[in-house]
Each structure stands twice: as structure tokens, then as C-alpha cells.
């Protein structure tokens, strides 16, 4: 039985409860087609395309672009997206991620743009006929963002791209790229503008598929004097960084829910099994070393869930920064949800490491949580930084 009592928390209104069995009861029509063939990012790829088409039918991805037809767009609801990720991590990694990735790539648009480009990227995304990507990585800028070195250089009324990305999600299945490119008006990172690039421009390339150990579709791209409008232009020049991280601040808790979703399904199929399975004539669950383990394991996942939806409501009732929240929220979530995962691991025996157990599927899953929209280092430093700077006043 997934535990839902945290729906009553004072963080979540009605609308979120509603949202939270609307999500689950789809995922659970949908099962069989929620997990992808587990080889190559390709095959996770046309799992996703799948995903994105019939979310979009259904009206769920206006909870992660702000609104079902885009020019008319709302403020993202931090919570909304929240539970979307949890349940949809909790029934498969790849819903989650189609999920999360229209709503990441259009984020930039959503916050910065002008009426005119949420008008024209927007609708296509929320109702699922189009695939969105935020494309800000390079070889050389990974958790270092002041090193990006992609170019844009101005070339008439518009810019001309050039460079490479990587790691970038949904590369070669995205209609639209979010890139950021160094447009010069300061040194480092203050010294970034933001572009939105459609896959077919003369000039743009896919160059390489990356294979993950949960595959995801993701690759790296090329940008080769790829031409771009005025009108293509994300708020002003030289804004890309506050954009980037502007958009990471919403989304960060958003990877946090993720994990919880991850943890929760963990946590519950190891209460099965542990009930279940018979050892020196008892049930795994009565020796106390496991009660130990499933105790802990419910620990780390309540506490993650209260720094996600403390987040979360922060940034939709208080509508401040949440940098120091939700760096909070994304090194609990992920972190904790790494250990209890290895819990159930545990608590499974060798049926924990064989191929296609789901211990095993949420071992590999969770692992790049940790890593991406800033690795936990990364979050540390955000929230010594504020710690610091409040401290200091
Ligand atoms: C599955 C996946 C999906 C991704 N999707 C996207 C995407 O859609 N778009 C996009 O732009 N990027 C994406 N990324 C890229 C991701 O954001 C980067 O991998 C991440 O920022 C880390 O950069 P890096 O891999 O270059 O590692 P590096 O920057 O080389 O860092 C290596 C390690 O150093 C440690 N570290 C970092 N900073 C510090 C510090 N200050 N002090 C001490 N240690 C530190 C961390 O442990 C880190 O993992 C994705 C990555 C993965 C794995």
C-alpha cells in the first residue's frame, strides 16, 4: 500500500491531491507501456516519444509547461510538478523523465519569453506533439557553467551558433533545444544569452548517442554556423546564466520528487518481499536487523518528502528564491534515496542484482540523479553560500 498520508500535509491544497490520483491512476492504465527496452538510449527513445504523445493526450503536460495551450501561460506550480515526478518515478523512470524533460526544456520559454515565443514553442509541447531539450552542458562545462565556450555571434538581425553540447537529454528525438552560447558581454558566466534552436536548422546535428546504465535518450549535439532569428533571443543578451538558474531553482526540487518516487517504490517492494520471503523459519520482516533497515528506510523517505514539498510551497506561496531550499530538497532526496534503494537491494539477496528485478531497474536509476542540475557538491555550496550570506546580515 503506497503511503499517501503526506497528500494532508499544510504544503498541498486539494488541487494537489486531485493531481496526485489523476497521475497514478494514468500510470497505472499504462503500465505496459511505461518501461522501455532496457539496452540503448535509442530503444529508450522511441519508449519516450511514445510517453510525451500520450501525455499529451491526456492533458498532463500542461502541469510542466504551465498551461495547456502555452501563450495563455501560468506560473509553474513547483508542487504540482513535484507530485507529477514522484508518482511517475514510482511507476517508471522513463514516464518520469519524458515528463520532466517538456517541462525543463520549455522552462526557459515559459519564464523569459515573450508572449509571442510562448505562443509559438509552447502549445506543441504541452499537448505532446513536440519534444523539448535544455541544452546548457559542454565536454568542458559540466558543473562549471562559466566555461561554456559554444559561441553566438551576431550576423545581421539574428545570431550564428557555434559549438558543441553534451549530455543533453532528448538529442535526437527534440523538436527544440534551449541553448545557452556565450555571447560575450562580460567574462565567465555573466557573459551567456539563451537561444531557442528547432532541430531542423541548417547547420544543427546530433552527433552522438550516449549510452547510460538506465538508458534515457540523450546525446550530444553540434552547432555548425546554425542561424538563428532576433526572435529567438530568451530575454535579454548576456542574461543566460540568471535564466539557466532561474530555471534549475524551480526544477531542482522537481529531481528531489524524482528520487522520493524512486525511494517510495523501493521502500514498498522491499516491505513486500521482506513479508513475503521465509529465512530460519520466520518472515524476513520479523528479525529486527531488517525492522532496523525498513525503519531507517521510511525515515530517510518522510524526511525527504517534507524538504521537497517545504520547497516546493516556498517557491508557490512565498514566491522567493528557493536556492537554499531546493538545493536542500535535491541532496536529501537523491542522496537518501541512493541508500535506501540499496536497502531493498539488500533485503532482496541476489534477486537484487539479477537483470530486470526492480531493486536492481531503481539501482541504476537513481544513480544520475545525484549528478545532474548540479551534483550534490554543487548543492552543498549553494547552501553554505546562503548559509554565509545570511549569517553575514
Ligand atoms: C543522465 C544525465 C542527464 C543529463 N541531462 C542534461 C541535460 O538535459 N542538459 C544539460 O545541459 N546537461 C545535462 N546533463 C549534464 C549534467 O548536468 C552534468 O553531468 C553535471 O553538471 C556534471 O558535469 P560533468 O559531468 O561535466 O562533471 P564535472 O563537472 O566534471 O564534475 C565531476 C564531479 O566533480 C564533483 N564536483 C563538482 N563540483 C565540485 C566542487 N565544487 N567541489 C568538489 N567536487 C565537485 C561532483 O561529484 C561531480 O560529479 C546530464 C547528465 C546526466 C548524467
Request: aromatic letters at 6%; proline letters at 3%; a neutral charge.
Given at each position: 500500500?503506497?503511503?499517501?498520508?503526506?497528500?494532508?500535509?499544510?504544503?498541498?491544497?486539494?488541487?494537489?491531491?486531485?493531481?496526485?490520483?489523476?497521475?497514478?491512476?494514468?500510470?497505472?492504465?499504462?503500465?505496459?507501456?511505461?518501461?522501455?527496452?532496457?539496452?540503448?538510449?535509442?530503444?529508450?527513445?522511441?519508449?519516450?516519444?511514445?510517453?510525451?504523445?500520450?501525455?499529451?493526450?491526456?492533458?498532463?503536460?500542461?502541469?510542466?509547461?504551465?498551461?495547456?495551450?502555452?501563450?495563455?501561460?501560468?506560473?509553474?506550480?513547483?508542487?504540482?510538478?513535484?507530485?507529477?515526478?514522484?508518482?511517475?518515478?514510482?511507476?517508471?523512470?522513463?514516464?518520469?523523465?519524458?515528463?520532466?524533460?517538456?517541462?525543463?526544456?520549455?522552462?526557459?520559454?515559459?519564464?523569459?519569453?515573450?508572449?509571442?515565443?510562448?505562443?509559438?514553442?509552447?502549445?506543441?509541447?504541452?499537448?505532446?506533439?513536440?519534444?523539448?531539450?535544455?541544452?546548457?552542458?559542454?565536454?568542458?562545462?559540466?558543473?562549471?557553467?562559466?566555461?561554456?565556450?559554444?559561441?553566438?555571434?551576431?550576423?545581421?538581425?539574428?545570431?550564428?551558433?557555434?559549438?558543441?553540447?553534451?549530455?543533453?537529454?532528448?538529442?535526437?528525438?527534440?523538436?527544440?533545444?534551449?541553448?545557452?552560447?556565450?555571447?560575450?558581454?562580460?567574462?565567465?558566466?555573466?557573459?551567456?544569452?539563451?537561444?531557442?534552436?528547432e532541430a531542423t536548422a541548417p547547420g544543427f546535428s546530433v552527433t552522438k548517442t550516449i549510452d547510460l546504465i538506465a538508458p534515457h535518450p540523450i546525446g550530444k549535439l553540434a552547432f555548425d554556423g546554425v542561424r538563428v532569428g532576433a526572435a529567438d533571443l530568451l530575454g535579454a543578451p548576456g542574461q543566460g546564466f540568471q535564466i539557466a538558474m532561474a530555471t534549475l531553482d524551480v526544477f531542482r526540487s522537481t529531481v528531489g520528487a524524482a528520487a522520493l518516487g524512486f525511494a517510495r517504490r523501493a521502500l514498498d517492494e522491499a516491505v513486500r518481499h521482506a513479508t513475503n520471503r521465509k529465512l530460519f523459519g520466520q518472515p524476513l520482516s520479523d528479525l529486527q536487523l531488517t525492522r532496523a533497515k525498513l525503519a531507517d528506510m521510511a525515515l530517510a523517505v518522510d524526511a525527504a518528502a517534507l524538504l521537497i514539498y517545504r520547497a516546493a510551497w516556498t517557491k508557490d506561496v512565498k514566491g522567493a528564491r528557493v536556492s537554499r531550499e531546493s538545493s536542500m530538497a535535491k541532496l536529501f532526496a537523491t542522496e537518501e534515496a541512493q541508500k535506501v534503494i540499496d536497502s531493498a537491494v539488500q533485503i532482496f539477496g541476489g534477486l537484487g542484482v539479477t537483470r530486470g528485478n526492480i531493486a536492481e531497474s531503481l539501482y541504476r536509476e537513481i544513480r544520475a540523479l545525484r549528478i545532474y542540475e548540479g551534483a550534490s557538491e554543487v548543492q552543498k555550496l549553494v547552501i553554505a553560500t546562503r548559509l554565509l550570506a545570511d549569517a553575514a546580515t
Amino acid at each position: 500500500m503506497v503511503d499517501r498520508t503526506f497528500l494532508s500535509w499544510p504544503f498541498l491544497e486539494g488541487k494537489h491531491a486531485a493531481l496526485y490520483e489523476r497521475v497514478d491512476a494514468w500510470a497505472s492504465a499504462h503500465a505496459s507501456i511505461l518501461h522501455g527496452p532496457d539496452e540503448s538510449s535509442a530503444a529508450a527513445a522511441a519508449v519516450v516519444r511514445r510517453l510525451v504523445g500520450e501525455m499529451g493526450s491526456e492533458g498532463l503536460l500542461a502541469t510542466a509547461t504551465g498551461g495547456a495551450n502555452g501563450a495563455l501561460h501560468g506560473p509553474l506550480d513547483a508542487r504540482s510538478l513535484c507530485i507529477c515526478r514522484e508518482v511517475l518515478a514510482r511507476h517508471g523512470g522513463l514516464a518520469d523523465f519524458a515528463f520532466a524533460m517538456q517541462g525543463l526544456g520549455t522552462g526557459p520559454i515559459g519564464l523569459f519569453g515573450t508572449d509571442e515565443q510562448k505562443g509559438r514553442f509552447l502549445p506543441a509541447v504541452a499537448q505532446g506533439k513536440a519534444i523539448s531539450a535544455f541544452a546548457l552542458s559542454e565536454q568542458a562545462a559540466g558543473s562549471d557553467v562559466s566555461a561554456l565556450a559554444t559561441s553566438a555571434t551576431r550576423d545581421g538581425n539574428g545570431w550564428r551558433l557555434d559549438g558543441e553540447k553534451t549530455w543533453i537529454s532528448n538529442a535526437g528525438i527534440a523538436d527544440l533545444y534551449v541553448v545557452f552560447a556565450r555571447t560575450g558581454e562580460a567574462a565567465g558566466a555573466k557573459g551567456l544569452s539563451a537561444f531557442v534552436v528547432e532541430a531542423t536548422a541548417p547547420g544543427f546535428s546530433v552527433t552522438k548517442t550516449i549510452d547510460l546504465i538506465a538508458p534515457h535518450p540523450i546525446g550530444k549535439l553540434a552547432f555548425d554556423g546554425v542561424r538563428v532569428g532576433a526572435a529567438d533571443l530568451l530575454g535579454a543578451p548576456g542574461q543566460g546564466f540568471q535564466i539557466a538558474m532561474a530555471t534549475l531553482d524551480v526544477f531542482r526540487s522537481t529531481v528531489g520528487a524524482a528520487a522520493l518516487g524512486f525511494a517510495r517504490r523501493a521502500l514498498d517492494e522491499a516491505v513486500r518481499h521482506a513479508t513475503n520471503r521465509k529465512l530460519f523459519g520466520q518472515p524476513l520482516s520479523d528479525l529486527q536487523l531488517t525492522r532496523a533497515k525498513l525503519a531507517d528506510m521510511a525515515l530517510a523517505v518522510d524526511a525527504a518528502a517534507l524538504l521537497i514539498y517545504r520547497a516546493a510551497w516556498t517557491k508557490d506561496v512565498k514566491g522567493a528564491r528557493v536556492s537554499r531550499e531546493s538545493s536542500m530538497a535535491k541532496l536529501f532526496a537523491t542522496e537518501e534515496a541512493q541508500k535506501v534503494i540499496d536497502s531493498a537491494v539488500q533485503i532482496f539477496g541476489g534477486l537484487g542484482v539479477t537483470r530486470g528485478n526492480i531493486a536492481e531497474s531503481l539501482y541504476r536509476e537513481i544513480r544520475a540523479l545525484r549528478i545532474y542540475e548540479g551534483a550534490s557538491e554543487v548543492q552543498k555550496l549553494v547552501i553554505a553560500t546562503r548559509l554565509l550570506a545570511d549569517a553575514a546580515t
